[in-house]
């Protein structure tokens, strides 16, 4: 057992996670999108879209109102960024690429995915020959991605084009109408990055780093949620990450910090302790919440997607969106758009306190996505919802 090095208290480990994540302090405008990438490490996709799509959400929160067209064109243009599976299926930025190369390698160890294919390598052939000749390609411009059925029921050449993702020999850089589009990693790739030549142990400390780095402080479960490692992954590295040992004020768990955040943290002044904070609603794919233990113990808040469970038996919304205020969790939001109209489906505020940053919040996101009014259709708590829509007007 390592001895801690430090001690952190509730409210500074969750300064130290807001800090790292890009929610507290003032945002690097300059940096933009791409640097909200780099810092978080990976953002992740998901085919749901009320506000916009998680993706671009990522960088709203830290950003402000940032066009939806260049958080797109960051993602997807040049050879910035990649996608692949890391805490589901990511944007990564390329530097990254090296890093999964223990990942490819177990894919390629394991000889398969899901799917199989009656002449894999006739299939994955026939693939290559087509983005070697024809450039990037959507899996429909292959030949087609589904045989008709249910959603999973891949065609040949899809199963092979994500066989090839996984191994590596195939890169997603941008998507097309929300179609991954294919090209090879040898064209794709920058050639100094293109190289699988970290061993598994690099792969995972410099990943178990990164993470580190990303969340501020973290248990070895957090560590491991961040790029869906093992904690046993993390227990063979942890020691060599350069993070440090912490024990955190009713954590009840061993934790690593960053030294950077530690720094941050320790020579902040109490009018920088209390900082510049984000008022803004967060995708619940977001990396600040989206391990929903890690955000219990950090913001005793208990958030669940509701996306998949029937709507009778929904508590607080289909896509309900928690609001970031003062650096605390103090409530959700089920929105949608009707023309130029913002609906907050349900919503709920923990007290009047929280009232106004709701609005604050509902307001931009309005303007962010081309709305001009907002309605709340739902709020159980009358004062609350009295305040509120007064707050609206």
């Given at each position: 057992m390592t001895t801690a090095a430090y001690s952190l208290s509730a409210d500074e480990a969750r300064r130290i996670a807001l800090r790292a994540q890009g929610l507290?302090?003032?945002?690097?405008?300059?940096?933009?999108?791409?640097?909200?990438?780099?810092?978080?490490?990976?953002?992740?996709?998901?085919?749901?879209?009320?506000?916009?799509?998680?993706h671009e959400l990522v960088p709203y929160a830290r950003l402000g109102a940032v066009g939806r067209d260049a958080v797109e064109a960051a993602y997807w243009s040049g050879d910035g960024a990649f996608e692949y599976w890391s805490h589901a299926a990511c944007v990564l930025p390329i530097e990254e690429w090296p890093h999964f190369a223990f990942r490819r390698r177990a894919n390629r160890a394991k000889g398969h995915r899901w799917h199989r294919l009656e002449d894999s390598e006739r299939s994955c052939?026939?693939?290559?020959?087509?983005?070697?000749?024809?450039?990037?390609?959507?899996?429909?411009?292959?030949?087609?991605?589904?045989?008709?059925?249910?959603?999973?029921?891949?065609?040949?050449?899809?199963?092979?084009?994500?066989?090839l993702l996984d191994t590596g020999e195939v890169v997603c850089t941008r998507r097309r109408g929300w179609k991954r589009v294919y090209d090879l990693a040898e064209r794709a790739i920058p050639g100094e990055l293109l190289h699988d030549d970290l061993d598994d142990r690099e792969c995972l400390r410099r990943l178990v780093s990164q993470a580190?780095?990303?969340?501020?402080?973290?248990?070895?479960?957090?560590?491991?949620?961040?790029?869906?490692?093992?904690?046993?992954?993390?227990?063979?590295?942890?020691?060599?990450?350069?993070l440090v040992p912490v024990e955190v004020e009713g954590?009840?768990?061993?934790?690593?910090?960053?030294?950077?955040?530690?720094?941050?943290?320790?020579?902040?002044?109490?009018?920088?302790?209390?900082?510049?904070?984000?008022?803004?609603?967060?995708?619940?794919?977001?990396?600040l919440i989206w391990d929903r233990r890690r955000t219990e113990?950090?913001?005793g808040f208990t958030h669940r997607l509701e996306a998949y469970v029937p709507r009778a038996k929904r508590i607080h919304g289909y896509f309900a969106m928690p609001l970031l205020s003062g650096g605390r969790l103090l409530g959700r939001v089920d929105p949608a758009r009707e023309g130029r109209t913002l609906v907050a489906r349900q919503v709920s505020v923990a007290g009047r306190e929280a009232v106004e940053p709701m609005a604050r919040a509902?307001?931009?996101?309005?303007?962010?996505?081309?709305?001009?009014?907002?309605?709340?259709?739902?709020?159980?708590?009358?004062?609350?919802?009295?305040?509120?829509?007064?707050?609206?007007?």
């Open positions: 507290l302090g003032a945002p690097d405008r300059r940096a933009g999108v791409r640097g909200v990438l780099r810092r978080l490490g990976a953002v992740q996709l998901d085919t749901i879209s009320v506000l916009a799509r998680s052939a026939t693939v290559r020959d087509r983005l070697k000749t024809d450039g990037p390609l959507t899996a429909t411009e292959l030949g087609g991605a589904k045989n008709g059925g249910e959603w999973y029921d891949w065609s040949e050449t899809k199963i092979a084009v994500e066989w580190g780095a990303a969340m501020g402080v973290a248990t070895r479960a957090d560590l491991a949620d961040y790029h869906r490692l093992k904690g046993e992954q993390v227990d063979a590295v942890v020691a060599d990450t350069g954590w009840g768990r061993p934790a690593w910090a960053d030294p950077a955040a530690l720094e941050a943290e320790s020579s902040a002044s109490p009018a920088g302790r209390r900082g510049r904070h984000r008022t803004t609603l967060l995708s619940p794919f977001d990396s113990r950090i913001f509902l307001r931009e996101a309005a303007g962010w996505v081309g709305c001009d009014a907002v309605r709340v259709e739902r709020c159980d708590d009358r004062e609350s919802a009295a305040a509120l829509a007064a707050a609206l007007v």
